[in-house]
């Protein structure tokens, strides 16, 4: 072997796709199982539409969310926490724009045990008055912290720009948003939205049929009885294209340029993730090379393509030197310029492509990276195709197609630039 010599570059030619295994329980809640290896860890999810778009007022759906874990009918918060510890597990909730819920790994052979914990924190949280205002003590307090930080504040103003300050896509949470609900908004949340009719669940593991009769002695009943809410919110953008908070003390600014754009559903999509990659969405990207490693404005600079349930966006952000800030501008815009106006070289372009096809791969090589993919495209009642199109558009896209997309999705015109720190 001549090692001086590289290896010849070839490009991938398959991407090996996990099977799904679609199930019901016996009330309809749908079951998606991805059949795993490791006989011994199981990864659990189920998922509500309970995110902030279905709130009626700030902070009460992650309020809810969170509170549920703090003590059910029969068990203290701290009995909870005890018991996920004793069998090795562990339980997330979470809360985000569209959905909320509670991810669950667990061992194998405590899968029957730990889901009687997660059955009773969901089917009967006792939602404690006096545990709420912990809660609200603490987040509110975790606010203020994070709302300092230039990098936070930036992306706030950032979709408050491009969704409207109206809409829970867009809204900037307030420090007095923690006092305007109370226990009642909680509960009204909760009986809306966490009912069997309002969910999925999704399951990696070995023996499907042992694991589905497990889940469905738990969660096979028709819990919950209000009718879920789904509010109807107008997208309003500002009007000013560019936005600036300004802190005399800041050393750094928070930069984040974009705009709406098509979600998952729409044809364009997988092609112009890949305009998006180009631009800065790896380290070999346009913006990184010229921002990070010519110019030296910044550690790291990204640009990112992002589907929710109702709309999509695209964003540029970084954080650079304060005296530096309109020169970084400047130049964000003269790349984003130069896919529009120039074709990309097919050296270029074969390169992203090539990385583009090996990340495919690395997302799908453990159950657990598999699990967040087939999660990414049931959330939005797509399937495993949705991936087949995207390796198909990788391999097929030309720089033409580039151009074109560039032009129609990245035009300046459309583009908000928000700064927090100096100008």
Known sequence: MNRSIAPQFKQISDVSLPEISKRQLSNGIPVYFMESENDDVVRFDIVFKAGNWYQKKPLVSAMTNGLMREGTVTMTSKQIADKIDFYGSHLQPYCEKDNAGFVLYTLKKHLDKTLAILSEIVKNPLLSESELEILRLKSKQSFNVEIEKIAVASRKLFFESIFGSENPYGYNLKASDYNS??????????????????????????????????????????????????????????????????????????????????????????????????????????????????????????????????????????????????ETIAEIYKEIDLLQTK????????????????????????????????????????????????????????PEEILNLSQQYFNNKNLKTVIVGKK
């Open 181 to 326: 609900f109370t226990i009642d908004d909680v509960y009204d949340l909760y009986n809306s939205q966490y009912v069997y009719s309002n969910c999925y669940i999704l399951c990696s593991c070995k023996d499907i049929e042992n694991d589905l009769k497990i889940i469905d002695g738990y969660f096979g009943d028709k819990f919950g009885g209000g009718e879920a809410y789904c509010g109807d919110f107008i997208f309003q953008q500002t009007d000013s294209q560019l936005i600036i908070s300004e802190k005399s003390n800041a050393l750094q600014s928070s930069i984040r340029v974009g705009c709406p754009s098509i979600d998952k559903y729409h044809p364009d999509y997988s092609k112009l993730k890949i305009a998006n990659t180009l631009l800065g969405g790896y380290f070999g990207s346009r913006l990184m090379k010229n921002i990070r490693e010519e110019k030296g404005y910044t550690y790291g600079i990204s640009s990112s393509l992002y589907s929710l349930h109702r709309s999509g966006f695209f964003m540029v952000s970084t954080e650079v030197g304060a005296d530096v800030t309109n």
């Open 343 to 398: 074709l990309v070289k097919n050296d270029e372009l074969f390169l992203v492509k090539n990385y583009m096809l090996g990340e495919m791969v690395r997302y799908f090589d453990s159950i657990f990276n598999q699990f967040e993919m087939v999660k990414a495209v049931v959330d939005f009642n797509l399937g495993m195709d949705f991936y087949e199109k995207r390796i198909a558009d990788i391999k097929s896209v030309t």
